[in-house]
């Protein structure tokens, strides 16, 4: 495969963990290029996100005798697919053998190792997903995939139907990517592809399917993508309780902190089911509560009632689901932006008795201390959490001999 060009003064040239990796490769004879991520920041000249990706030349087992060898930490995360991970410095190296499939099902892929980068590159979904970059900057381009990578232009590699052929979460992956890096119009072929393909996606994991679309989620602006999405009809099986995006609009808006579950529910109708919804993404535990809670209707977010109504909503609920009650509120009236801020920065009070101090009055375990204890802190609540533990201990005892 020849040279494209070159990247001046690649962002990873001063970088010591990778002249390690590479002093350990080269010597022995294993050529080693930066694929994925890292070219496709570099080339825009963008900084480098997530972790690096490298293609080899060599097999795993080869790659882990040298590594070893060499003393360095190596795990072999997905030997049935060439990749070993090898950690220096403590980061990760992610490194994958050249590939070309010999069976596809449209979900996963048996593969045979070469050494030819062009029936590697060949493989790939999209043409900047096809740049490779030596140490050096020199770059390798076989499908001008830096062209449509300046031009914001998502093109699959060949024909799109034997690509989504291949694995159909590619037709996600082709949403995600132009969220990220594509301006309009879609490539037609693509998109053509994709909404021809569309029932396909029904055969996918959840997880799979989750991990693609949080993603597109954390993209700057992808409201016009997920619309598109939602009209060419690729989210009827896995989200149809999606009822547009002029939410998820507002909430851009206005969010001080992107988080791609707050998106997520930003785009479903206020009486869709978190728990199936939680169920059929594979979320984990802590993102269905968040979605739950943040599709609950009560309790009303209350902007116009101030910095008391504030604190006390944000003490029930706590800063962070609070602020996604808040922010996700977008028509409520009143400072969201002092509520906001209230959120980040106040942290709640704890309740400054307990039961043990009603037990401590000669009251007997039961539910009535729980009551009691209730009526204190909702005393204590309407104050404005003004009281002190002297003021509340003259409260519950006040309540106690009242008591019935």
Not at 104 to 110: K, M
Not at 170 to 181: M, N, T, V
Not at 256 to 261: G, H, K, Q, R, T
Request: hydrophobic share 45%; glycine share 8%; net charge neutral.
């Amino acid at each position: 495969m020849k040279s494209s060009g070159r990247l001046e003064s690649p962002p990873w040239a001063n970088d010591a963990a990778v002249r390690t990796l590479f002093d350990v490769l080269g010597p022995a004879g294993i050529t080693a290029r930066f694929v994925g991520g890292w070219v496709r920041d570099a080339v825009r000249g963008a900084p480098l996100r997530g972790e690096p990706d490298l293609a080899v030349d060599r097999p795993p087992e080869t790659l882990m005798e040298v590594l070893e060898a060499a003393r360095l930490k190596v795990v072999p995360t997905g030997l049935k697919h060439g990749t070993v991970t090898a950690v220096i410095a403590g980061r990760p190296f992610e490194l994958t053998t050249l590939r070309r499939d010999v069976e596809t099902d449209g979900r996963h892929a048996v593969v045979a190792y070469t050494d030819d980068w062009l029936e590697d590159a060949s493989r790939r979904d999209f043409t900047f997903n096809a740049l490779y970059a030596d140490p050096d900057g020199t770059l390798y381009d076989p499908f001008d995939g830096r062209a449509d990578l300046a031009a914001a232009h998502v093109r699959f590699i060949g024909d799109a139907d034997q690509r989504i052929a291949e694995d159909r979460l590619r037709i996600l992956r082709f949403f995600r990517f132009h969220a990220w890096y594509g301006k309009p119009p879609f490539d037609s072929d693509g998109f053509m592809a994709c909404r021809r393909n569309a029932g396909g996606l029904r055969g996918l994991s959840g997880e799979r399917v989750r991990n693609e679309f949080l993603r597109l989620l954390e993209a700057p602006a992808p409201a016009d993508t997920v619309g598109a999405m939602r009209e060419a009809a690729i989210l009827d099986h896995w989200l149809p309780e999606c009822i547009g995006v002029a939410k998820l609009r507002a909430l851009i808006a206005r969010e001080d902190e992107p988080a791609s579950v707050r998106r997520l529910a930003s785009l479903l109708s206020p009486d869709a089911d978190a728990t199936a919804i939680g169920k059929r993404l594979r979320l984990s535990t802590q993102q269905a509560l968040r979605l739950e809670v943040m599709l609950a209707a009560d309790p009303v977010i209350d902007v116009a009632g101030g910095p008391k109504a504030w604190r006390a909503q944000i003490y029930a609920l706590g800063g962070n689901l609070y602020a996604d009650r808040l922010l996700l509120a977008t028509e409520a009236p009143g400072d969201w932006r002092g509520a906001l801020a209230m959120a980040r920065d106040w942290t709640p009070p704890e309740l400054p008795v307990s039961g043990g101090d009603a037990l401590k009055l000669g009251l007997k375990p039961g539910p009535k201390v729980g009551s009691l204890i209730e009526a204190v802190e909702r005393w204590w609540i309407d104050g404005d959490f003004a009281a002190d533990r002297a003021a509340c201990l003259a409260e519950l005892e006040r309540r106690v001999r009242a008591a019935p």
